[in-house]
DNA sequence: TGCTTCCGTTAGCGGAAACTAACCGTTAGT
DNA sequence: ACTAACGGTTAGTTTCCGCTAACGGAAGCA
């Protein structure tokens, strides 16, 4: 279970340009040249974030010669999903709880 | 101008504090200084955090009074979800392509 | 009316994040 | 062995974020 960092994942998400390469990535492992090419950013940019995204586990590299293929590891994006549904599903049962106790309109 | 889209909710989420006041916001609606009570942060903190999560779409406020009661919106919440959870569905179909694949392919 | 409570706002500070540019190691090809 | 390509790392700067402290405004109560 490496969903221990699931807290750094949130933080992994929070920027625009690492949402924009785990999209990437979600369609297809690709290596760190193929990212940037399609990002108004460098490879060390890239190459940067990639590091933060694989230390927070939802990422995995894969050496192939002189190139990196990065991956994206579904099994984090579950664990997040999860916590995710657990907020909704407690939201939701507050809002049980006050649809129960307003039979009639308030201040 | 800018065309920046100010409610991110990913970036909303990013920050631990703001998830805190999230998760006792998912067991029902209170208000600040109920939340600034159960957190290591001022009143102040919290106020900016509230206003933050509102202006990503994350809870809703309703004044009672002196008082605002902030609640958790599952819509938002949701809408988060099911954004995490198309990512997921995609890296898994990269995987099941890759595991469809014989190990003898070399590029 | 005067007072208290509750909350939002602003200013300012400290720290963290994002980005570019330059350098170095590694691998493949000639 | 030499060269080119790919990628990680570091240094450095700039910008943004989170927090506290102080101030001001609005509602409730005697």
């Not at 221990?4 to 992994?12: C, E, F, R």
């Not at 590299?61 to 099994?75: F, H, K, W």
């Amino acid at each position: 279970m490496d969903a221990n960092q699931s807290g750094d994942g949130w933080s992994a998400l929070a920027d625009g340009t690492r949402r924009a390469i785990v999209s990437r990535l979600a369609e297809g492992p690709q290596a760190v040249g193929q990212i940037a090419a399609q990002l108004p950013v460098t490879r060390s940019a890239v190459s940067q974030h990639l590091k933060i995204l694989k230390d927070a586990g939802l990422v995995s590299e894969q050496a192939v010669g002189t190139r990196r293929i990065y991956r994206l590891n579904p099994t984090a994006v579950a664990a997040l999903r999860d916590q995710l549904d657990t907020f909704w599903q407690r939201a939701l049962a507050a809002y049980a709880e006050v649809a129960e106790q307003a039979p009639e309109e308030n201040r």
